[in-house]
Structure formats: C-alpha cells, structure tokens
C-alpha cells in the first residue's frame, strides 16, 4: 500500500475517534463536519457489521432522545447530481436516530475511496470490538478479494498480527451452521479455529454448545475424536515430580507464559505453552526462530 494512503487513512481513523476537528477544506469542498437529514443518509453495504441487536437500539435511540446525537456519524459523499452520504462508521447510531424520530444527524465527511472507507469501517469496528468472528472474518475476505491486500499488508493496516489474520480468514472454512453459532455468540473464535481439525465440525460444534465445553476441552476431542466428551465434574490433578515442576517454573519464567511439561517416562512427552494472544505466539515464535 503506498505511503501516502496510508497517511490518509491514519488522518480518516483520527476523525473516526474524534481526535481533531477536520480541518476547512481538508480532501476537497465536501470534507468537513456538519449536519444534514438523515433521510440523506444510507448505510454502507460493505459494512462488516451485520448484527445489530433491538435491545442495545431501543436502549441508544432512549438515550438520543434526550441528549441527541453526540458523537458524529463518519460519512463519505455518494457520487451523483444529488447530495447523499453513505456511512462509514456509525450505522448504529443512524438506525437509533431512526428509531428516536430524529430528522437531523451531525456528520464527519471524509472524502475517501471504496478500499479506504472499507478499511475505516472494519478498523474502527475491531478496535472498538464491535464484530463478531465471522463478521471480522469477512470484512477481512472482502479487503483481500476487492482491494488486493495480501495478509502481510492487512496485517499492518489494520493494526493486527499476520498471524491473527490468517487465523480469522480460517474460520470462513467452517460449514455455515457453525458460522451461525459463532454470529450467534454460542461459540468463541477459539471454538471455531479447535473445530477446523475435526472430521464433523458442525456435529462436534452442537455438543460443545450443549455441554458448555472449554475451548482446551474442544481441542482434546478433536485430536482424540472417540474420546467422551467432559463433564463439568471436578478431575482429579495427577501428582506433579518435583524435577519437571522446577523446569516448568524455569521455562515459564524465561518465556513470560505458562508452560506444562508432561513427561510420560523413556525420554518421551510434550511440552505445551500457553498464550493468550497471537500477540504473545508471535513473540514465542520470534524467540524459538532465533
């Protein structure tokens, strides 16, 4: 991605928060910030966001029926003899503002193309942890397929590890009725990526939803699939050699994660580490590498 769209989108992202007024004629005449009629106003078919739940805008459009509409809606110009805006972040707020009978909403305009507006809508969403997996997912797809980004690049933009990246493109390899478990919020991301390895994901995905099973217990059954599923029962904790303790305690302390040595005897085991983000496997595989 050149340099300058990058500056661009960095200067987009700081108006998405509200960091600084735009600037007089930033980006051309249309820029800028003002109100105009909601009816001008269309939701931007891009947007990864799909859910919105009637509660939280019954509960918003409330709120904006007595103080209005706070934060303004980002926008960008739509193209034509008419004046209409299409949003890039916000949608939440427009269909609230709908449902409390506004007639007006004050806007940011950008004046950005289609990959860039794509971009702002998914960063602002991931940083604000407003997508689901799947939505996240598929708002990554649509930069690689529309706008060429290899992984790396997106990576970089979006402000996420390549690694996270390729994780969360690999939940699309899920039959749709786990999809719809994960939009649903029964399963995690990490349900998913422990069901990509099973031989039925969507009959091993309905017994987690059942059982309430742990993302750790998930991954035993798919790599031991005759393996009976967990109860919520406590298990037993087998008693730990003192040796293999202290070289846990060793290794954790050198890696900054939790680590478990399981040593089953005749110089055979497995060595398992702990991280909770991608973040945190980058880093182990830096170290390991080097």
């Not at 940083?127 to 708002?139: I, K, M, Y």
């Not at 070289?247 to 050198?254: G, I, N």
Request: aromatic letters at 2%; a neutral charge; glycine letters at 10%.
């Amino acid at each position: 991605m050149a340099l300058e769209s990058k500056r661009r989108l960095g200067r987009g992202l700081d108006a998405l928060l509200g960091a600084y007024p735009a600037e007089a004629g930033e980006g051309g005449s249309e820029s800028g910030r003002r109100t105009v009629p909601i009816a001008l106003i269309a939701r931007n078919p891009r947007n990864p966001r799909r859910d919105f739940s009637d509660a939280e805008l019954d509960e918003l459009a409330t709120s904006l029926t007595k103080h209005g509409i706070v934060q303004p809606i980002v926008v960008r110009p739509v193209t034509g003899g008419v004046e209409r805006y299409e949003i890039i972040a916000g949608e939440r707020r427009w269909r609230a503002a709908q449902r409390a009978g506004l007639h007006e909403a004050p806007v940011t305009v950008l004046d950005v193309s289609d990959s860039e507006a794509l971009e702002l809508a998914i960063v602002e969403n991931v940083q604000r942890t407003d997508l689901n997996p799947v939505e996240e997912a598929r708002g990554y797809q649509a930069l690689i397929e529309e706008f060429s980004y290899s992984q790396g690049e997106l990576g970089q933009t979006i402000g996420k590890s390549r690694v996270h990246v390729t994780n969360t493109l690999r939940l699309l390899k899920l039959p749709e009725a786990v999809l719809e478990m994960m939009e649903a919020g029964s399963l995690s991301a990490g349900h998913g990526r422990a069901l990509l390895s099973a031989p039925d994901p969507a009959k091993l995905a309905k017994l987690v939803v059942k059982k309430g099973l742990s993302v750790r217990e998930t991954e035993r059954l798919t790599q031991e699939p005759g393996r009976p599923a967990p109860t919520k029962q406590g298990r037993k904790s087998p008693v730990r050699n003192a040796d293999i303790a202290a070289l846990e305690k060793e290794l954790s302390d050198t890696l900054g994660l939790k680590v478990e040595l399981k040593h089953q005897g005749g110089g055979a085991g497995e060595l398992c580490i702990n991280y909770a983000t991608l973040e945190q496997l980058d880093a182990v595989c830096r170290k390991l590498k080097s």
